[in-house]
């Protein structure tokens, strides 16, 4: 009797160990479906629900959709996001996901609701009205057990967009475009890393500021007044409230639009929020802007002024900015006017797309770079051959690789390790006495807050 339940026991092992080995076969076919999650203390193996991949053949099956990834991005993902599930395991403060064939467990912080009593405008032949924005979370939080790692997506509820970064490898989610399953319009999500995209063609045009001819206000003058200033209201968190325009091009090139933005105001607040500076944009209303027609950007930086002047004034706006979709025929990538002090200065647009031939890609990173950048000259911030005795760009070497901060010019694209970085100059940091935009904006910043 004892011999046959030892060969009980030996079949019994077999068959376990075919049932495991036949699992782990399958569970390697199917590569990037399968993650470890680890919640409630314990380790499950589960589908990853966040998204689906979609292929290229797929897509074109699809029959009709927009696909707009830079052919400078050499490797990535197509995804379709699940945002509900996404943010209900974000909302639990732990999560695992595979990106780009990387697991990685992450420690999320409690959303943050970005979007609470925001409002779009609408105008259409009727006239002008107001509607709530649709709810939009950002999310901070880091990758378990990697101190110096970052986390931050923004979440709403057709789009998953963010990053991660791990030292200087960063893997990023952004709009990819968009296709249409079972006749509903769907978000493309694009992954990828930043060492799988290359930094090729010549920098795009510098010339990117415009001077108001009937300023009375020099625009180097204002500093003169911020002396009298106390230093506590420099170096406090001052919020600037933002019109935040898109036009039909913009449109067309993200399905969603408001999340778009939002998920870039988050890295652009990262720039403008260090303490040297302690600025918090708050982009109080959204404006699709369906008439703009002007492509060379100084016209169109006018043409957008002129349109909505009176509607930044209701709105009780500090500053407007236009997300373009538009291919600005001028070669810059953005414009705004120059800090005087007054508020019919306090407008800049910026190209979202692909600038072909140049060292802009129209990126993730890359927008949120132009965006602070025109910004910038919105506070007075300037480039590095600036005859202000401290508003001037900064450059320095990192790993035999040279950075540049947010205003120096002419655009030289974003490495993983060189290129245009997300910080001003600064005497804290990278800059000195004379580069120091840091301080420009420190400066400036109470002056737009007023400006409403």
């Not at 607040?269 to 369906?290: K, L, P, R, T």
């Not at 414009?335 to 692909?354: E, I, K, P, T």
């Not at 802009?360 to 000259?377: A, I, K, M, N, P």
């Not at 480039?383 to 655009?411: C, E, N, V």
Request: charged share 20%; net charge negative; aromatic share 12%.
């Amino acid at each position: 009797m004892e011999i046959k339940n030892h060969k009980k026991v030996a079949l019994v092992m077999l068959a376990t160990l075919c049932f495991f080995t036949g699992l782990a076969t399958a569970s390697s076919d199917l590569k990037m479906d399968s993650v470890q999650y680890v919640g409630n203390e314990s380790i499950d193996v589960l589908f990853n629900q966040y998204y689906e991949e979609i292929s290229l053949d797929e897509l074109g099956k699809s029959g009709v959709y927009r696909l707009n990834v830079p052919n400078t991005i050499t490797k990535y993902d197509l995804l379709l996001m699940n945002p509900e599930l996404f943010k209900k395991d974000a909302d639990l403060g732990k999560m695992t996901i595979q990106l780009i064939g990387q697991n990685f467990e992450l420690q999320l912080e409690p959303g943050i609701w970005v979007s609470k009593g925001d409002k779009e405008i609408i105008k259409n032949e009727t006239g002008i009205y107001e509607i709530d924005m649709p709810e939009v979370y950002n999310y901070y939080g880091s990758v378990v057990g990697i101190p110096e790692s970052k986390v931050r997506f923004t979440v709403s509820d057709d789009a998953v967009l963010g990053w991660i970064e791990v030292k200087d490898v960063k893997y990023i989610i952004s709009q990819a475009g968009w296709m249409e399953e079972n006749g509903e319009k769907k978000v493309l999500h694009v992954v990828y890393r930043n060492t799988d995209k290359v930094i090729s063609g010549v920098p795009p045009a510098s010339d990117d500021v415009a001077y108001e001819s009937n300023n009375t206000v020099d625009v180097y003058s204002k500093s003169e007044t911020f002396k009298t200033q106390s230093p506590s209201s420099i170096l406090s968190t001052t919020t600037v409230t933002l019109l935040s325009a898109y036009d039909t091009e913009f449109k067309n090139e993200f399905a969603s639009p408001g999340t778009e933005i939002y998920n870039m105001m988050a890295d652009v607040n990262s720039a403008y929020g260090v303490s040297d500076i302690g600025v918090n944009f708050d982009a109080d209303y959204y404006y699709y802007d369906s008439d703009l027609s002007s492509t060379r950007s100084d016209l169109l930086l006018g043409e957008f002024r002129s349109e909505n002047s009176a509607l930044r004034d209701s709105a009780n706006c500090d500053l407007a900015f236009l997300f373009s979709g538009k291919c600005f025929s001028d070669s810059a990538i953005g414009r705004s006017y120059v800090y005087s002090g007054l508020s019919n200065a306090a407008y800049g647009v910026a190209q979202m797309v692909d600038e072909p031939g140049t060292t802009y890609d129209g990126t993730f990173d890359d927008r949120c770079s132009v965006v602070s950048h025109e910004l910038g000259h919105n506070f007075g911030a300037d480039r590095q051959d600036s005859s202000h005795a401290y508003a001037k760009a900064y450059s320095w070497s990192y790993l035999g690789f040279t950075r540049y901060s947010i205003m120096y010019t002419p655009y030289k694209g974003i490495g993983s390790i060189g290129g245009m970085q997300l910080e001003f100059s600064s005497d804290t940091n990278h800059g000195d006495a004379t580069h120091d935009n840091a301080r420009r904006i420190s400066e400036t910043k109470s002056t737009i807050a007023n400006f409403q």
